[in-house]
């Protein structure tokens, strides 16, 4: 089993930043992979970023150059820096991790950009 608990969401005027941290717990040697999702009212849940065990990661095109996935081991905490924040990236932000195929996630965190 593996808990997710995500925290740093909140409302940033276009152009700001936010940084969202996901603090992991449980069998968590057993993770292959970590990411960020998004889901906005009225659309699908939407990879944003990824990590893999290996500390390769990947992008959707629509953030790439403004946000950053990093892990630091040593707090179990993985986590996902957004700069030039635009009014469409307004979404409640899910964690997930993968283990054994498994897929775990977080109750989610709402990022809000006002124009």
């Known amino acids: 089993q593996v808990q997710l608990v995500e925290s740093g969401g909140g409302l940033v005027q276009a152009g700001g930043s936010l940084r969202l941290s996901c603090a992991v717990s449980?069998?968590?040697?057993?993770?292959?992979?970590m990411g960020w999702y998004r889901q906005a009212p009225g659309k699908q849940r939407e990879l944003v970023a990824s990590i893999s065990s290996g500390g390769s990661t990947n992008y959707v095109d629509s953030v790439k150059g403004r946000f950053t996935i990093s892990g630091d081991n040593a707090k179990n905490t993985m986590y996902l820096q957004m700069n030039s924040l635009k009014f469409e990236d307004t979404a409640v932000y899910y964690c997930n991790a993968v283990s054994f195929g498994q897929s775990y996630w977080g109750q989610g965190t709402q990022v809000t950009v006002s124009s």
């Open positions: 449980g069998i968590i040697f057993r993770i292959t992979r």
